[in-house]
């Protein structure tokens, strides 16, 4: 049977979700939504890097170039982590108040995303 291990825990202020394992660096990538924060953890140092942005950081997937693909609001973007830079690849629902929510690639490269409404509160949608 497998061993289950808590690595990070408590690093989140509000949702993280979208865990994605880097097998290049080693390391743990996880967005916390509603903070605007993008997390890599390194388990071999126990350091748990965060990148701040000025909107809500919902998926974060690795290119093969190194840098990642990440949404932000209603934006696909290219993030490169050492720089910071942003540059945005595709914008969705621009007369809408929807965001990206999650996405992952599918085994061919295709990344998969899905948006959602405004929540009003928790579990509750305009």
């Known amino acids: 049977m497998a061993k ?25 990538l996880y967005v916390d939504i509603n903070s605007n924060n993008l997390h890599r953890y ?10 701040h942005f000025k909107g809500t950081v919902s998926l974060v997937v690795p290119r093969r170039t190194g840098s990642y693909v990440i949404g932000l609001g209603r934006r696909l973007a290219l993030f490169e982590w050492d720089t910071g830079m ?3 690849i595709q914008e969705v629902e621009m007369d809408t108040g929807n965001r990206f929510n ?13 948006t959602m409404g405004p929540e009003i509160g928790p579990t509750q949608f305009e």
Do not use: F, Y
Not at 4 to 25: I, K, L, M, R
Not at 103 to 114: E, I, Q, S
């Open 4 to 28: 289950v291990e808590v690595v990070v825990q408590n690093a989140c202020s509000h949702v993280g979700e979208g865990p994605h394992w880097e097998d290049d660096t080693q390391t743990l």
């Open 102 to 114: 999650d996405g992952k690639c599918d085994p061919k490269g295709r990344l998969w995303a899905g």
């Open 86 to 88: 942003v540059s945005t």
């Open 42 to 51: 390194n388990p071999a140092t126990g350091e748990d890097t965060v990148k």
